[in-house]
């Protein structure tokens, strides 16, 4: 089968692998009919993932049918199509019964897919703890209607949970890339008093200007004092960090009011600085990330009855066999790219 594979730092090809196999009573295998890309493959295509393994298919972000499942296998059978979890985790360890899945103490626990065993980036992938990793899509829900479940909209379902979110609040979300605006999706279920978005590339600010008529938008430079006029209490009572810029972490914050909740959901490429003196009586409280994929039900119910579409962030398609141009366009973000569906043909 044809599957985009981890050669070497800088370097991914579409190379031929046979088809994976069941190896364990807890797998399934998956015939991926849709996938795509994440900013977390070019992260493993740079080397700022360490823990990739080289000669491993790429790729976390996808949906498809069931085409085999191992013996202990029983809320999900061949042909019923399901979303796949970017996480592996057993639904047996101390975290995973608290919900805290990202910390799974399996050996193969956390992500795995795609990073440290092969991913979905392919024609077909092996999915471990199948039972906990796969979901069944409603039957009136596409396949585009349910791509991102697994990855980015669950996790920014799972930072607007954290986040401590009321109707009296004004949430600032830094950052509307792909997983930004899956956040401020989430975030508007919530039904905050007011959001504002913060995001300095013109493409992106359009999309929420064109999409999320109500929601407040701003540029990192003007943030701070746009906050200031536009909350009710000298900042906003919730930051949701999105954007993992040099200066993001510093301005989420600075845009903070007094014991403000503060959640960082990006991954930076470097360490940050906690300055305590200068926010000494603000009393933040500060979450930090690494998504909890354990609403992927939930999420795809919410999805079956309207109340999340994150079909226009689709503004490409490409068939697996060129998935080496797609990758060259999300890179470079050339034509207004946000997130480009891979097809199977
Ligand atoms: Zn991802
Ligand atoms: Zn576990």
Redesign the pocket.
């Given at each position: 089968m044809k599957a985009l594979t981890y050669i070497e730092h800088g370097k991914f090809a579409l190379t031929d692998k046979p088809k994976p196999q069941i190896i364990n009573t807890r797998d399934a295998i998956v015939r991926v009919t849709l996938g795509s890309i994440?900013?977390?493959?070019l992260h493993i295509k740079h080397g700022s993932v360490p823990r990739a393994v080289p000669g491993i298919t790429v790729g976390?972000?996808m949906v498809g049918i069931v085409e085999e499942v191992g013996a202990e296998v029983t809320n999900v059978k061949p042909g019923d199509r399901v979303t796949v979890n970017?996480e592996t985790f057993c639904g047996e360890c101390f975290f995973c019964k608290h919900g805290f899945v990202n910390n799974c103490t399996d050996k193969n626990g956390g992500w795995a897919l795609g990073c440290r065993i092969d991913g979905g980036q392919a024609e077909f992938v092996r999915v471990p703890y199948a039972e906990q990793g796969l979901n069944k899509i409603p039957d009136s829900v596409t396949d585009e209607q349910a791509l991102f479940v697994g990855?980015?909209l669950a996790?920014g379902f799972w930072a607007a949970r954290i986040s401590e979110i009321t109707n009296e609040d004004t949430v600032l979300i830094i950052g509307a890339g792909p997983t930004g605006i899956c956040t401020l999706l989430c975030v508007m279920l919530k039904q905050p008093k007011r959001i504002i978005v913060c995001e300095k590339d013109p493409v992106r600010a359009q999309f929420v200007k064109e999409h999320y008529a109500d929601v407040l938008l701003c540029q990192p430079e003007e943030c701070e004092n746009y906050v200031h006029a536009n909350s009710d209490h000298g900042g906003a009572d919730v930051v949701l960090e999105v954007a993992g810029a040099k200066d993001t972490f510093q301005l989420a914050w600075m845009c903070a009011r007094p014991n403000a909740v503060v959640t960082v959901v990006a991954l930076y490429d470097e360490a940050q600085t906690l300055p305590l003196p200068d926010m000494y009586g603000k009393n933040l409280t500060f979450k930090t990330g690494g998504v909890d994929g354990c609403d992927c039900a939930e999420i795809l119910s919410l999805i079956e009855q309207g109340k999340i579409d994150t079909t226009p962030l689709i503004t490409h398609r490409y068939p697996l066999a060129d998935i080496e141009e797609a990758y060259r366009v999300f890179e470079n973000r050339l034509d207004g790219v946000i997130k480009i569906a891979v097809t199977a043909e």
């Open positions: 994440c900013t977390s493959d976390h972000e970017v990855d980015i996790t």
